[in-house]
């Protein structure tokens, strides 16, 4: 666990750091998910979505309500 300002930084740096490089990243940190090229939600272990991140927040409620954690 890192504070909000560390978390920032580190999904800030995770693309440049990884290039070209498939990535997989379990998260449902908005901080995280902002700088990812592919987003899947996975419920009960089956994939529910897969989509760009700010898509699905407009499109998918499951995803918005576990992602937006009340703002």
Not at 35 to 64: C, P, Q, W
């Amino acid at each position: 666990a890192v504070d909000a300002h560390t978390e920032a930084r580190i999904a800030q740096r995770l693309k440049k750091m990884r290039g070209h490089k498939t990535t997989v990243i379990v998260s449902n940190s908005p901080l995280i998910l902002d700088h990812t090229d592919m987003t899947a939600l996975i419920v009960d272990g089956k994939v529910e979505v897969v989509g760009n991140h700010f898509d699905l927040l407009k499109t998918h409620d499951s995803y918005r309500r576990l992602v937006v954690r009340g703002e």
